[in-house]
């Protein structure tokens, strides 16, 4: 009977229902079928005990801040500065299109925010320079990912929620990750820049640094607010994602403005995203209780076992699962249904949970950028205006090097580690 749950929830799925409902009502059936529907009982406390986590307040606040600032004019300020720093370089666009994108994390957090703001701005005027339309677009999707690394990210409060892992210590250990994938977009970039010759920015066309510098300084002050005081104990990071929302009310109002409908807007869009993220996250801990009920995690550790695998062997097997879920679930929903299930085991041998959360999410962004289903892609190609499976084909040499930069991640625990550790978030090694 248990075969009822999977085909319950693949029927949903086809009709077009919300992942959402698909997974909480094959949950329900999971339960009926497996004889433990006496337990369904205490799935509202089950769920009200997931959803009830202080650092998941931050969460909307950071949506909001981001929302905010992306109608108030602060993308184009960034753009500037970006230019007047790298945009003189040989291929100077795709360099300002890389930097843009780290600047951008350190303020919205998202990956699909950060691909369809720069599509909108920055591929037209790549296309422009000469760039091929296939290009400016798979180095805007490839670049995006960068957001949801670099704090503040929507992914990592959603991972800490998940484990009970310290927020303020997957924000430090995502700093040096999220530049070593800028570094190694820059090498590709420049490579492709001396192999087909693209064009620099002439000194005409770049702004002058000093001045563009102070008029951006306001945008730039923010990161630094909601990770400084974060990591020196100022503020918690609900209490910076409160702070957050208000320095980008002032941030916006002092470059283009912001009318009462972008507020509204941002309020709304804020609302909408916020309330999907936790309604699968209400479903998704109906399923992870009868995985409980079930002893599914334990299972896996004796399969674990019996195969053989060590730490570093169940890790990579980890992330081959995390890679192929990531082409086709969204990172929230491939996050609650998978992490619950498998990361237990990759603690239990002896994995860091801060340094777990890193990979773990690194790797569900590549899927983003990955076919079928990724979802910055179908932003971009949208945006863009251009053939999905070309843009596929376009960005596979960008996925590769965030696989090999995603396996030094792996093989290097000390990358996540280092900052959180010199802090003292993360004990020493």
């Given at each position: ?18 992942l ?48 905010i ?80 690394i ?60 000093v ?7 306001p ?10 005081g ?34 509204l ?128 084909r ?36």
């Open positions: 009977m248990i075969w009822l749950a999977p085909a319950a929830g693949i029927a949903l799925l086809v009709s077009g229902l919300a959402a409902y698909v997974v909480g009502a094959a949950s329900v059936v999971a339960y009926l079928a497996s004889g433990n529907g006496r337990y369904l009982a205490v799935l509202p406390q089950q769920i009200f005990s997931r959803i009830d986590v202080f650092a998941l307040m931050a969460m909307p606040l950071f949506i909001l801040s981001g929302e600032m992306n109608r108030g004019g602060v993308t184009r300020a960034l753009i500037r500065l970006s230019m007047a720093i790298v945009g003189r370089l040989p291929g100077g666009l795709g360099h300002v299109n890389i930097m843009t994108s780290v600047f951008f994390a350190g303020i919205s957090g998202s990956a699909v925010a950060d691909a369809a703001a720069l599509s909108n701005t920055l591929v037209p005027s790549m296309r422009e320079q000469g760039y091929t339309n296939s290009y400016a677009s798979a180095i805007t999707a490839a670049s995006s990912i960068i957001g949801p670099i704090p503040p990210s929507i992914i990592l409060i959603f991972y800490g929620a998940l484990m009970s892992t310290s927020v303020t210590a997957l924000f430090l250990a995502g700093i040096v990750p999220g530049l070593l994938l800028a570094c190694a977009l820059f090498a590709v970039n420049a490579f492709y820049a001396w192999r087909d010759d693209h064009p620099r920015l002439t000194r005409e066309e770049a702004p002058p640094l001045a563009t510098f102070w008029q951006t300084a945008a730039l002050l923010l990161p630094l607010i909601i990770v400084g974060i990591v020196f104990g100022l503020a918690t990071p609900t209490e910076a994602a409160a702070v957050a929302v208000f320095a980008a009310l002032g941030v916006g109002a002092l470059y283009d403005g912001l009318s009462r409908k972008d507020i807007e941002g309020l709304r869009r804020t609302a909408v995203l916020s309330g999907s993220i936790f309604m699968l996250i209400t479903a998704v801990a109906a399923l992870g209780h009868l995985g409980a009920l079930e002893r599914l995690p334990e299972a896996i550790a004796a399969l674990v076992a019996e195969l053989g695998l060590g730490p570093i062997q169940y890790l990579i097997v980890l992330n081959v699962v995390f890679l192929l879920a990531g082409m086709v679930l969204d990172v929230p929903v491939a996050l609650a249904l998978l992490v619950p299930l498998l990361a237990p085991v990759a603690l239990a041998q002896g994995a860091d949970p801060v340094h777990l959360g890193i990979v773990l999410s690194f790797n569900l962004c590549i899927g983003l950028i990955s076919p079928p289903l990724g979802g910055c892609l179908l932003v971009v190609s949208a945006v863009a205006r251009i053939d999905y499976w070309e843009l596929a376009a960005i596979v040499p960008f996925v590769i090097v965030e696989i090999v930069v995603l396996g030094l991640l792996v093989a290097f625990p000390e990358i996540s580690l280092a900052l959180p550790r010199a802090f003292g978030f993360v004990g020493g090694g």
